[in-house]
C-alpha cells in the first residue's frame, strides 16, 4: 500500500539541444517539470510566443468540425471507433504537410456558402413580406404617390374592421382589400394629398401598420409586374441559390478526405505548442540551460538509457526529496488493483504521509458492489459487455481501468448473485448458501458483520499509518484500545463471558489515559472519558451498512416483479409472448441499470466515509508528466 517513490531530478544541457531534449521528454512523458528557481539559481527565463500557434490551431479544429458533416456515421462506428494513429518519432513529418492553403479553400468555401444562405434567407423574407400582397392587382412600380393622390399599403387588425368601414363612408377614401387573415386583413388605400395628414392620424388610431416595397423588390419589377411576378422570380432566384449551395457541398465533400489528415496535424501542434510553453519553466544562461522536476524512481533507468546518446552534452542529477518539498504522488499497485484506483482517486489522492488505501478498499468494495446487485445475470452481462468492448474498441487510459472495474466487479456479481441472489430473478436454490428474501435477518447479520470487520480494519490502518510517523502513544494505547476494545465489547455481547468484559475495559482504560493531548492528570482523564463517547460514532458507522441489504433486496425484488409482469403479458391472446419479452428485456436492463449505479455508489460512499475516516488523509498533487497530448490522434 506504499506509493510509488518519487525522486528529484535536475538536468544541465547546452542551449542549441534544448527543443530536440523537450521533444524526447515529451515523446517519454518521464518527467513532471517544475519551474526552476531562477533568481535563487542566477538563471534567465523566457517566455515563447504562442500566439501564431494558437491561431492555427483555431482555424484547424474549425475546419475539422466544419468537414465531420461528411464523416460516416453510426452508433457501431461511435462505440467502437478508434483513433488514428500516429508513430511517436513521425509526428514533426507531418508538419511538412502544405495545409495552410487547405484551409484557406475550407474556410473559403464555409464563407461563400454562409454569404449563399444569408441570400435565401433574405430572399425567403421577402417572399414571406410579399405573400399577403399576391392578390394585388396593379403593376408592383404603379405603387406609388402621385402629384395629387396618396398610395398606402398595410395591414389592419380585423378587429378594428368595422371603425375602419365607417371612416370609408365618412372621408374620401378609396380601398382594396387584397388579403384577408385570421387576425389582419391586408389593404391598398387611395386618397387625396390635401387629405394626408387627417387620415394618418386617423390610420394610426386604428393600428394600421404601412408596408413599403423595398428597393431589391422594385429593382426585380418590370413595368407591368405584378406582386405574383415578383415572388416567382424570388423563388427562381432562391432555386439558383440552392444549386450553388449543393456545387458548394460537393467542394466541402471532395476537401472532407483530407480531415484525418488536419487532424494529424493539429495534435502536433497541439503538442509543440505545449513544448514551446514548457520551456518557460526552464532556466537557462548564454550557453546552457536548467531543468528540473520529478521523476518516478522506477523510471530513472530508462531515461538514463533515453539520455544516453547525449551523454557528451549533459549532465544529470538525481536525490530524494527534501523534508520541506511536497512532491506529487503516484499510486503504485499491482495489476488486479489498478481497476480500483478509480475509487481512490475519487476521493483524492493520499497525502504523502499517508499510504494508498486502493488495495485495502479493493476486497470490500468487490464485495458490497456483488451484494448490492446480487443478480448473476446482470454480472455476467456487465462483465461480457465490458470485455468485448476492451477487445473491440481498445480504449486507453482511464477508460480502459474504468472497464476493466467494471469487469470485476461483474464477476462479484455473478459469484455473490448465485450465493445470494439469483438469476434474471429466477433462483438456484441448490447453489444459494443464503436467501435474503426467506431470511434477511441472516443476511443483514452479514452485512454488519462485513461492516464492522471493515470499521476495525480501518483502525489498524490507523495504528500502522501512526506508528509509521512515530506517534507511538496514540497509536499503541488510542487505536490499539480501540482494536481491543471493539471485537472484545461484540464477544461478551454474545457469549457473556467476564473475561471479554475484562478484555475491553483494559482498551477502554487506554483511551482513558492517553487519548487526551492535555498534561493535565484530570484534564487528561476527563477528556480521554469523552473521547470514549466515540464508540457512538463506531456504531452508526457499522449500522450504515445495513444499505447493504436494502439495496440487494430491492434488486432481486424488482427483478421478480419484472418476471410476474411477463408472466401475466403472456396471457395477452395472440401478441402476449411479444409484450412479455419487451418487458422482460426492458424491465431487466432498467433495473440491471439503477442496482449497478446505486450499487456503485453506495459502496463508494462507505469506503470513503465509513472507511477512510478512520485513516485516510488526503491532499496529494497528481503526478502530471511533461508527454504528449492528444485529441484526435494516439501516439504509438
Known amino acids: 500500500m506504499a506509493l510509488a517513490e518519487v525522486q528529484k531530478v535536475q538536468i544541465l544541457a547546452y542551449s542549441g539541444m534544448k527543443m530536440e531534449l523537450l521533444s524526447l521528454l515529451q515523446e517519454e512523458g518521464f518527467i513532471q ?22 491561431l492555427l490551431l483555431h482555424r484547424l479544429s474549425h475546419a475539422i468540425d466544419y468537414l465531420s458533416r461528411w464523416e460516416e456515421k453510426g452508433f457501431v462506428k461511435k462505440l467502437f471507433g478508434q483513433k488514428l494513429q500516429l508513430p511517436r518519432q513521425e509526428r514533426e513529418k507531418e508538419l511538412g504537410f502544405d495545409y495552410k492553403p487547405l484551409l484557406d479553400m475550407i474556410e473559403k468555401l464555409e464563407a461563400d456558402k454562409n454569404d449563399v444562405l444569408s441570400h435565401i434567407k433574405f430572399l425567403e423574407k421577402e417572399k414571406e413580406f410579399l405573400r399577403p400582397l399576391e392578390g394585388l392587382d396593379l403593376p408592383v412600380k404603379s405603387v406609388k404617390p402621385t402629384e395629387a ?19 370609408i363612408d365618412e372621408k374620401a377614401l378609396w380601398h382594396q382589400v387584397i388579403w384577408r387573415k385570421k387576425r389582419k386583413v391586408y389593404i391598398l388605400l387611395i386618397f387625396l394629398k390635401s387629405d394626408k395628414t387627417s387620415f394618418e392620424q386617423v390610420l394610426k388610431e386604428l393600428n394600421f401598420n404601412p408596408l413599403y416595397l423595398t428597393e431589391p423588390i422594385l429593382n426585380r419589377a418590370n413595368e407591368q409586374d405584378r406582386v405574383e411576378h415578383i415572388i416567382e422570380k424570388i423563388g427562381k432566384e432562391i432555386e439558383k441559390m440552392r444549386e450553388k449551395i449543393e456545387v458548394l457541398e460537393g467542394e466541402e465533400q471532395r476537401s472532407s478526405v483530407h480531415r484525418e489528415k488536419l487532424m494529424l496535424i493539429y495534435d502536433v501542434l497541439l503538442n509543440e505548442r505545449e513544448k514551446l510553453l514548457s520551456s518557460r519553466l526552464l532556466g537557462k544562461t548564454e550557453r546552457v540551460f536548467y531543468l528540473e522536476g520529478w521523476i518516478c524512481s522506477s523510471d530513472i533507468k530508462k531515461l538514463k538509457s533515453k539520455l544516453l546518446p547525449y551523454s557528451e552534452f549533459i549532465e544529470i542529477y538525481f536525490r530524494l526529496p527534501h523534508p520541506d518539498e511536497d512532491p506529487p504522488v503516484i499510486l503504485e499497485n499491482p495489476k488486479a488493483g489498478k481497476p480500483f484506483e478509480i475509487i481512490t482517486k475519487l476521493y483524492g489522492l493520499p497525502h504523502r504521509r499517508s499510504f494508498d488505501p486502493t488495495i485495502a478498499l479493493a476486497p470490500f468494495f468487490f ?14 452481462l456487465v462483465t461480457l459487455f465490458s470485455l468485448l468492448y476492451i477487445k473491440l474498441a481498445k480504449p486507453k487510459g482511464g477508460l480502459l481501468q474504468f472497464l476493466k472495474l467494471l469487469s470485476i466487479l461483474g464477476i462479484s456479481t455473478i459469484i455473490l448473485g448465485t450465493l445470494v441472489g439469483g438469476w434474471f430473478g429466477f433462483p ?34 490507523r495504528m500502522i499509518s501512526q506508528i509509521k510517523n512515530r506517534d507511538y502513544l496514540q497509536a499503541i494505547f488510542v487505536q490499539g484500545g480501540w482494536l481491543i476494545l471493539l471485537p472484545s465489547l461484540v464477544l461478551y455481547g454474545v457469549i457473556k463471558q467476564s473475561l471479554w468484559g475484562i478484555i475491553s475495559l483494559v482498551g477502554a482504560a487506554g483511551i482513558v489515559f492517553f487519548a487526551s493531548p492535555s498534561r493535565n492528570p484530570l484534564a487528561r482523564f476527563f477528556g480521554g472519558l469523552y473521547r470514549l463517547y466515540d464508540i457512538s460514532r463506531y456504531l452508526a458507522d457499522i449500522l450504515s451498512y445495513t444499505r447493504l441489504l436494502a439495496l440487494g433486496l430491492a434488486t ?81
Open 33 to 54: 517539470i517544475e519551474s526552476a528557481n531562477f533568481e535563487e539559481l542566477g538563471l534567465k527565463n523566457s517566455l515563447p510566443e504562442v500566439s501564431h500557434i494558437d
Open 149 to 167: 393622390t396618396e398610395i398606402l399599403l398595410g395591414s389592419l387588425p380585423l378587429s378594428r374592421l368595422e371603425e375602419f368601414q365607417k371612416l
Open 367 to 380: 464485495l458490497f458492489v456483488g451484494l448490492t446487485v446480487s443478480e448473476a445475470g446482470y454480472g455476467l
Open 428 to 461: 438456484i436454490r441448490r447453489l444459494m448458501v443464503l436467501d435474503p428474501l426467506q431470511d434477511p435477518l441472516s443476511f443483514l447479520i452479514l452485512c454488519l458483520a462485513l461492516g464492522f470487520i471493515q470499521v476495525w480494519f480501518g483502525t489498524l490502518l
Open 556 to 636: 432481486s425484488v424488482i427483478a421478480m416483479v419484472v418476471n410476474t409482469l411477463c408472466k401475466s403479458a403472456l396471457g395477452i391472446p395472440w401478441f402476449g409472448w411479444l409484450f412479455a419479452a419487451m418487458i422482460f428485456v426492458g424491465g431487466h436492463l432498467f433495473n440491471l441499470g439503477i442496482s449497478f449505479l446505486g450499487g456503485f455508489v453506495h459502496s463508494m460512499r462507505l469506503q470513503f466515509v465509513e472507511f477512510f475516516s478512520k485513516f485516510f488523509e488526503s491532499g496529494g498533487k497528481p503526478f502530471t508528466p511533461f508527454e504528449l497530448e492528444s485529441k484526435y490522434v494516439e501516439f504509438i
